[in-house]
């Protein structure tokens, strides 16, 4: 029995009862309208593009960037995948799936590799992109990708990832974007290396013959050719505009004296000439388009049951032919609403029947709640206010949101939800802690978790084993309080974990782990981190299995088994990179591994490089225990490399923070080392005096050994062979007093040599 709305098969989902389907209909580019102004200068501005990677069409709503696109896309032979993102697309795994399987659709295969990586939870978003260059690649055929609405997506790891896919598509592969605003992607860096072809309102803009053909075509009212001029200079050439004065000016008694009325901005012609429109017709006509635009994006079995009708698919059809904002797409029967027409006619809607809006996108949740459709439910339910509903739908599916790396989504909707709301369902509460702690917000953290001590006074029968065990988790992990408080909490969240909450255990044991290490008791973390690793659900809890990786690759670099912390710090990243967190709190505690692990080895630019991106994200209003431990070893990594300066200001940040913390467990130890070690440096790079200047060519060299240049590096700057650089190195060796790069960095530096011109003796 077929429910009336196409389904795909769950990707990404983590569990039963966690599938998160996708919608088909944003899979399929809107069908060719016949009719359309023909226009060859757009066409030709995209042709001429074909040599760039990626095309921007950029222009505010109502300029026809999607016709324009799919009319020349139907006029060559090339493969076309299209998908029409929306908000829920900020998530990395989301938005490739879409992607993906839209690519699948020009020929089964072509996504299936990128597919079987996105539905395993574990490795990279680059993996899955690299495996999706390659369908294409293999595929041979010219391809066209477009990414339709692409102005809602604004995560950054996700425009990342689509930078990412722009170096690596191949050559018979273009990517179009369709966007409101110019997305946050490095455009002038894509301009500049010609990768990048644009094309923008002032574009798409009306010229006055286009706007005489559509008025030809479009209108049956008998406009002079100056007073469309007139219309097309105080529209600008929006189409949209023209449009809608195309509409209007077919109800009005004087049409040529009604254009030299018309002006005002975009905004308020859309405004007035949409109510007058909507007036113009018929009162079942006009009911049912008001209440379908509130829907957005629907098929006629969704209006029939939302807007309790048995005929929408006549007056879809009917509204189609009339070309009344309502476009339809060509898979599975779903229908949309021109965006710019539905925010209008919501507003009148709800003028003309107050009330009605909310009722229907309640109706519309729970008819896609029915069908699998969560993320599509959640939307109109909180559009409808319904916080009971929005709560419920949260409580179900907050873990695999979590867990497939959506937890900015679930952060998204909870402020949907008053605080009443949250304390009666404390699993939001955690759920939602767990979130920001993942994310890295703190304040939201320390709001949710007040949130689930009051559902603990308030509602303690349904503070349930899992609230209790990650509520304490969450305590652990981020350290919200001194360490030592945090150990007991993570010794508390395992108890409850492994006696009524083994969903839980993964996380509870990881930030048990977490808390022992930064208290000191290495062997106890080491083994607590490890039966987090080894539980069998552990590959299907991404986030907690990250974590224990990541406190795994710590304990076993500060004991010197560089071997085993790199395999531990690596998988952290993929786990991390699996679910779109890299630059993220929980993406951070692998980078501070990685950097950790690159520190012992000797490869002290990468392990600066990982540590200082760390602490970056790590960086809060308020002070917190993680922070200061990255900054004290990255003030180890920068003085052993002879960045003593740099070194001194970090460890005074890492002494400040720790100064606003209580019990800091062993940071503060640590933190004494590094003073110790920073000590020592220094005196030595301020003992004995210079036995002869450097020469103007060692002083070169001198400078540049200052950065994480190799040597062979350093000769491609100087245009010197590595011999001759290797030659230099020595001769400022001795002239210093010194025998490493790191010495010889802090002694030039004591010295004054890094920054000046010329050699002082």
């Known amino acids: 029995?077929?429910?009336?709305?196409?389904?795909?098969?769950?990707?990404?989902?983590?569990?039963?009862?966690?599938?998160?389907?996708?919608?088909?209909?944003?899979?399929?580019?809107?069908?060719?309208?016949?009719?359309?102004?023909?226009?060859?200068?757009?066409?030709?501005?995209?042709?001429?593009?074909?040599?760039?990677?990626?095309?921007?069409?950029?222009?505010?709503?109502?300029?026809?960037?999607?016709?324009?696109?799919?009319?020349?896309?139907?006029?060559?032979?090339?493969?076309?995948?299209?998908?029409?993102?929306?908000?829920?697309?900020?998530?990395?795994?989301?938005?490739?799936?879409?992607?993906?399987?839209?690519?699948?659709?020009?020929?089964?295969?072509?996504?299936?590799?990128?597919?079987?990586?996105?539905?395993?939870?574990?490795?990279?978003?680059?993996?899955?992109?690299?495996?999706?260059?390659?369908?294409?690649?293999?595929?041979?055929?010219?391809?066209?990708?477009?990414?339709?609405?692409?102005?809602?997506?604004?995560?950054?790891?996700?425009?990342?990832?689509?930078?990412?896919?722009?170096?690596?598509?191949?050559?018979?592969?273009?990517?179009?974007?369709?966007?409101?605003?110019?997305?946050?992607?490095?455009?002038?860096?894509?301009?500049?290396?010609?990768?990048?072809?644009?094309?923008?309102?002032?574009?798409?803009?009306?010229?006055?013959?286009?706007?005489?053909?559509?008025?030809?075509?479009?209108?049956?009212?008998?406009?002079?050719?100056?007073?469309?001029?007139?219309?097309?200079?105080?529209?600008?050439?929006?189409?949209?505009?023209?449009?809608?004065?195309?509409?209007?000016?077919?109800?009005?008694?004087?049409?040529?004296?009604?254009?030299?009325?018309?002006?005002?901005?975009?905004?308020?012609?859309?405004?007035?000439?949409?109510?007058?429109?909507?007036?113009?017709?018929?009162?079942?006509?006009?009911?049912?388009?008001?209440?379908?635009?509130?829907?957005?994006?629907?098929?006629?079995?969704?209006?029939?049951?939302?807007?309790?009708?048995?005929?929408?698919?006549?007056?879809?059809?009917?509204?189609?032919?009339?070309?009344?904002?309502?476009?339809?797409?060509?898979?599975?029967?779903?229908?949309?609403?021109?965006?710019?027409?539905?925010?209008?006619?919501?507003?009148?809607?709800?003028?003309?029947?107050?009330?009605?809006?909310?009722?229907i996108h309640r109706r519309a949740a729970r008819w896609l709640k029915a069908r699998g459709l969560a993320v599509e439910a959640v939307e109109h339910a909180a559009a409808a206010g319904d916080h009971q509903f929005v709560g419920e739908l949260l409580v179900e599916y907050h873990l695999p949101l979590i867990r497939t790396g959506a937890g900015r989504t679930l952060l998204r909707w909870l402020p949907s939800l008053p605080d009443e709301d949250i304390v009666a369902r404390p699993e939001l509460a955690v759920g939602g802690a767990t979130a920001a702690t993942m994310l890295g917000r703190a304040f939201q953290r320390r709001r949710l978790l007040h949130l689930a001590d009051r559902a603990q006074s308030e509602y303690p029968e349904r503070c349930t084993a899992y609230v209790r065990a990650v509520a304490d988790m969450v305590r652990a992990s981020a350290v919200d309080g001194d360490v030592g408080q945090a150990v007991v909490d993570g010794r508390r969240a395992v108890a409850v974990a492994r006696a009524d909450a083994e969903a839980v255990l993964v996380a509870a044991l990881a930030g048990y782990a977490r808390a022992l290490y930064l208290a000191g008791d290495l062997d106890a973390a080491w083994e607590n981190g490890m039966q987090a690793v080894e539980l069998p659900d552990a590959p299907r809890q991404p986030p907690g299995h990250a974590f224990a990786r990541s406190t795994l690759a710590l304990v076993a670099a500060d004991r010197g088994r560089s071997a085993t912390a790199r395999v531990h710090a690596e998988k952290a990243k993929e786990l991390v990179g699996g679910v779109g967190s890299s630059r993220t709190w929980l993406g951070a505690n692998a980078s501070a591994a990685l950097g950790a692990v690159l520190a012992v080895e000797g490869q002290l630019g990468d392990a600066e490089r990982e540590l200082a991106g760390a602490a970056h994200i790590f960086r809060d209003e308020v002070a917190s225990i993680h922070h200061a431990w990255v900054l004290v070893n990255l003030a180890r990594v920068r003085c052993r490399r002879g960045r003593l300066a740099e070194a001194a200001a970090t460890l005074a940040s890492a002494r400040e923070a720790l100064d606003e913390l209580g019990d800091s467990g062993r940071v503060p130890s640590l933190a004494d080392e590094v003073e110790r070690e920073l000590q020592r440096a220094t005196g030595r790079a301020d003992s004995g005096a210079m036995l002869d200047a450097p020469s103007a060519a060692e002083l070169a060299v001198l400078r540049l050994l200052a950065s994480d240049l190799s040597a062979r590096q350093i000769g491609g700057e100087l245009f010197?062979?590595?011999?001759?650089?290797?030659?230099?190195t020595r001769a400022i060796y001795r002239k210093l007093a010194v025998n490493s790069r790191a010495d010889a960095v802090a002694r030039a530096d004591a010295l004054g040599l890094l920054g000046e011109a010329k050699s002082p003796m």
């Open 720 to 728: 010197l062979s590595p011999n001759t650089i290797r030659t230099h």
């Open 1 to 359: 029995m077929t429910t009336g709305l196409p389904r795909l098969e769950s990707v990404g989902a983590s569990g039963p009862g966690e599938a998160l389907p996708l919608a088909e209909a944003k899979l399929a580019p809107p069908r060719p309208r016949p009719g359309l102004v023909e226009r060859p200068r757009i066409d030709h501005a995209l042709d001429a593009g074909g040599g760039a990677a990626l095309t921007l069409v950029a222009a505010p709503a109502g300029y026809g960037k999607t016709t324009a696109v799919r009319a020349w896309s139907a006029s060559r032979d090339a493969a076309l995948a299209w998908v029409v993102l929306d908000a829920g697309e900020n998530d990395p795994v989301r938005l490739w799936t879409y992607v993906a399987t839209a690519v699948d659709g020009v020929r089964q295969g072509l996504g299936r590799g990128a597919l079987r990586r996105l539905r395993v939870a574990g490795g990279p978003i680059e993996g899955p992109i690299d495996e999706l260059a390659d369908g294409i690649a293999v595929f041979g055929d010219e391809l066209v990708l477009v990414l339709d609405d692409l102005q809602v997506v604004t995560d950054p790891e996700c425009l990342a990832s689509i930078e990412y896919l722009i170096k690596r598509l191949p050559a018979n592969a273009r990517l179009i974007v369709i966007t409101r605003t110019d997305p946050a992607l490095r455009l002038p860096y894509l301009r500049a290396g010609g990768d990048l072809a644009e094309l923008r309102a002032g574009e798409l803009a009306f010229t006055a013959s286009e706007a005489r053909e559509f008025f030809g075509k479009r209108s049956t009212v008998e406009l002079e050719a100056d007073e469309i001029e007139l219309l097309r200079e105080r529209t600008r050439g929006w189409p949209a505009a023209l449009f809608l004065a195309a509409l209007w000016l077919h109800g009005v008694d004087d049409p040529h004296g009604a254009v030299r009325q018309f002006g005002g901005d975009h905004r308020f012609i859309a405004e007035y000439l949409s109510n007058e429109v909507i007036c113009a017709l018929a009162d079942d006509t006009r009911w049912f388009l008001l209440r379908a635009a509130v829907l957005g994006r629907f098929t006629a079995k969704l209006c029939d049951d939302v807007l309790r009708r048995t005929d929408s698919a006549s007056i879809l059809a009917d509204l189609e032919r009339a070309n009344l904002f309502v476009g339809r797409s060509d898979h599975g029967g779903w229908y949309e609403v021109h965006s710019l027409f539905a925010e209008f006619a919501r507003f009148r809607l709800a003028s003309e029947q107050p009330g009605a809006v909310p009722a």
